[in-house]
């Protein structure tokens, strides 16, 4: 899809790249490059997420169309560019605003404390399915991002673009939009059910105050060996990201819903359980999903339009 001549993929990576060097240029902030060989704030190796996108990329060369491959390739890169601009912004939240709003939103939390309580219930009610150590969290989220990826590449190339320019926004939306309201999460408040993810959100709290009271330079010497530290609990772009899912989903694969639908309950009952999130930040998640679709939606249709009306013309001109 291109606006002008520039594909819009380009145009949204381009956008967050200038919008990092403006913001370090600004805020005096070290732009830094992931130096460890393990994402230990998610639980996953690098190179696993690395692997997934090149056998995705070689499964849509051999299974879809050139045009869907294309576009693919295409927006690899383009994500990759906003990922890093994204998780550079993320660590620099503190720096580029720093007010905090935990103590606003933890109070939503103690008004809900009933959903609270039934998100954590609900999550140990079926630890003999899915104990901690299995990381489904996160094992969810790429699921719902590898599979509709591929269904849609495959079955609805049609509106595969779209998805890709939908998932490009929802991350660059997604980081702007952690910069309105900051708040760390609600596990400076109260741990959360699982040990094992309460051990990391206590080391990125370590970094986190650390790059506050040392400044640039803690940054600069440790920002590397800890690139996905930043942390930001307003928006949930998790529940965003699921929430995208599901939209296309239920718009273009029925045939997946059902699936989809449990995968998006567990992020949403486990972003609380876990308190990674108050309650307040899923629905302005998935509001954001909401934006971030039909804006991919009216830009596609734009595009389409455009060149249907680029079509005629060269067909009148053809005739005459």
């Known amino acids: 899809m291109k606006v002008g001549n520039v594909p819009i993929e380009i145009m949204i990576a381009g956008a967050m790249l200038i919008a990092m060097f403006a913001f370090s240029v600004i805020f005096g902030l070290p732009i830094v490059y992931p130096t460890g060989v393990r994402a230990a704030e998610v639980g996953i190796h690098y190179i696993f997420p690395l692997l997934g996108v090149g056998l995705l990329g070689l499964i849509i060369a051999v299974a879809g169309d050139r045009d869907v491959a294309a576009k693919f390739h295409l927006a690899t890169p383009c994500y990759a560019a906003v990922l890093f601009a994204h998780f550079n912004i993320k660590l620099w939240i503190p720096h580029i605003n720093s007010a905090n709003y935990d103590a606003l ?95 990391g959100q206590h080391a990125m709290l370590e970094f986190h105050r650390g790059s506050i009271t040392h400044g640039t330079d803690w940054i600069a010497d440790n920002g590397g060996a800890h690139f996905t530290a930043g942390l930001a609990a307003m928006p949930s772009l998790h529940s965003a990201g699921a929430f995208l899912f599901f939209l296309f989903a239920w718009h273009h694969a029925r045939i997946l819903v059902p699936l989809y639908s449990l995968f998006l309950l567990f992020i949403l009952v486990t972003a609380v359980a876990s308190r990674w999130h108050y309650l307040i930040d899923l629905p302005a998640g998935i509001a954001l999903a909401w934006v971030s679709f039909r804006l991919a939606n009216s830009l596609t249709q734009r595009k389409n339009d455009s060149e249907d009306d680029s079509r005629t013309i060269d067909g009148e001109v053809a005739l005459t």
Not at 136 to 151: D, Q
């Open 105 to 199: 939103y933890w109070q939503t939390d103690v008004w809900a404390g009933p959903l609270v309580a039934g998100s954590i219930a609900i999550r140990e009610s079926i630890l003999w399915l899915i104990p901690f150590e299995a990381n489904f969290y996160m094992i969810s989220f790429v699921a719902l991002f590898y599979c509709s990826f591929l269904y849609h590449a495959i079955r609805t190339p049609d509106h595969f673009g779209t998805l890709m320019v939908a998932v490009l926004l929802l991350q660059s939306l997604g980081t702007f939009a952690y910069l309105i309201a900051p708040a760390i999460g609600p596990f400076v408040y109260e741990d959360g059910i699982n040990p094992m993810v309460t051990a």
